[in-house]
T-cell receptor, first 112, second 114 residues
């Protein structure tokens, strides 16, 4: 099975930088995803890491260390619209190799 | 493409009634997933299909739940009989073959069983 851990809540200031951490345990790692979910809406894809290192995509970056079972999502120049839940998800090689298990999400609140 | 389409958006039903949720995946996507989301448990995978064939249904809570995918453009999730603890948001998602695309989620069905 899998175990995914991320903080429940975080608060940050508009214009600042925030890092959301995710740790995981899995028997057959095959990629890590980050999703954003606004209240009452569906999750939307943000980023994907399968190799160690940093992937940058505009204001958002995601980092992966497979040996440590650790990832983070970095959000720069925070905007009020970034207030949302951020979900870490791990893909496993088992069961056909395309099964995502999600963490419970980190609720980010951006304040003025 | 219109994205993943789910219906209905909201469903309120009485305990014991049958509930059917519907999903149309993105054309060309060969994977389809059913998830359930609650405050307590987050997003839980119920079942997923590849090329219309169920691959993993280990997340289906019990025999009251069943899912079908009769063709590449339609899937249903049925709960019979429904119970109050089934109240949740049910998401359908689809994706291409294994890769870095991730899943595309539908807007979800908010189910309330009273």
């Amino acid at each position: 099975g899998q175990n995914i851990d991320q903080p429940t809540e975080m608060t940050a200031t508009e214009g600042a930088i925030v890092q959301i951490n995710c740790t995981y345990q899995t028997s057959g790692f095959n990629g890590l995803f980050w999703y954003q979910q606004h209240a009452g809406e569906a999750p939307t894809f943000l980023s994907y890491n399968v190799l160690d290192g940093l992937e940058e995509k505009g204001r958002f970056s995601s980092f992966l260390s497979r040996s440590k079972g650790y990832s983070y999502l970095l959000l720069k120049e925070l905007q009020m619209k970034d207030s949302a839940s951020y979900l870490c998800a791990v893909r496993d090689v088992g069961g056909g190799g395309n099964k995502l298990t999600f963490g419970t999400g980190t609720q980010l609140k951006v304040e003025l | 493409d219109a994205g993943v389409i789910q219906s209905p958006r909201h469903e309120v039903t009485e305990m014991g009634q049958e509930v059917t949720l519907r999903c149309k995946p993105i054309s060309g996507h060969d994977y389809l997933f059913w998830y359930r989301q609650t405050m307590m448990r987050g997003l839980e995978l119920l079942i997923y299909f590849n090329n219309n064939v169920p691959i993993d249904d280990s997340g289906m809570p019990e025999d009251r739940f069943s899912a079908k995918m009769p063709n590449a453009s339609f899937s249903t999730l049925k709960i019979q009989p429904s119970e109050p603890r089934d109240s949740a948001v049910y998401f359908c998602a689809s994706s291409l073959n294994v890769g870095d695309y991730g899943y595309t989620f539908g807007s979800g069905t908010r189910l309330t069983v009273v």
